[in-house]
């Protein structure tokens, strides 16, 4: 019975992490509803391992219940994505300072190693394809910096109320291809051990995207009236 329960719970969690890669990569949009039959039977799994799924997304603010409707995909408002924006634009660059302190670290420099290779390859990607493919990139980068840092708590932080994952689901502003530019600028400060540098291009990435939240937002203002 005991081996069962750990198969079971180990179900649930692949689970959980199927459906959040989907959310992430936008084959679950804010604001969809989840149809649980469906995609029950499209990860091929019953009802049970999947409710459970969905209560741990649910609790990570990813998705919500409502009344009357079951689950639907979490969506952010202009307002909640500047108060993210706001939140990492304070912690992100602590842990670009750290990472910068970690870069002699040879964990360290194998992730910065595959970080370089990721926005490598995804700079020689289409047009049409990095639009499909740069959410999940985006997230693998920002969690990598923060786990570079070796700040046990930072990371937590950051991905317990998934503030990366939020920020790029509901909409992207951006050209993606101006954001690598900049992870380039942040990777090479981070690898030369440049903590002022570090924290000063991760906090000018995190504002730009922010000023853009922000015009939308005040547009959005202006609109309603």
């Known amino acids: 019975m005991d081996m069962y329960q750990v198969k079971y719970e180990d179900l649930s969690e692949k689970v959980y992490k199927a459906v959040k890669l989907m959310i992430l990569e936008g084959q679950l949009t804010p604001g969809q509803k989840v149809k ?35 689950y639907i ?15 990492r634009i304070r912690l992100e660059p602590l842990g670009a300072i750290e990472a910068a302190g970690n870069f002699n670290d040879p964990q360290a420099q194998q992730q910065i190693q595959r970080l370089k290779e990721q926005t490598h390859a995804i700079r020689q990607e289409p047009a049409d394809t990095v639009q499909r493919t740069f959410k999940q ?7 990598t910096i923060m786990d570079i840092s070796n700040n046990e708590f930072l990371p937590l932080l950051i991905s317990s109320y998934n503030l990366i994952t939020l920020s790029n689901i509901s909409r992207t502003f951006r050209d993606p291809f101006m954001s690598i530019a900049e992870h380039e600028q942040i990777l090479g400060a981070i690898e030369n051990g440049n903590a002022q540098l570090a924290s000063q291009t991760m ?16 547009e959005s203002l202006h609109d309603s009236h």
Do not use: C, N, W
């Open 137 to 143: 990139y985006d997230f693998d980068f920002h969690s």
């Open 36 to 70: 649980q039959e469906e995609l029950a039977e499209r990860l091929g799994v019953s009802r049970t391992p999947l409710l459970s799924a969905l209560s741990m997304l649910e609790k990570e603010l990813l998705i919500e219940s409502i009344p009357r409707r079951g």
């Open 203 to 218: 906090r000018d990435h995190i504002e730009i995207a922010r000023s853009l939240a922000e015009r939308a937002y005040q």
């Open 73 to 87: 995909i979490r969506k952010t408002t202009l307002r909640q994505l500047l108060d993210l924006f706001e939140i």
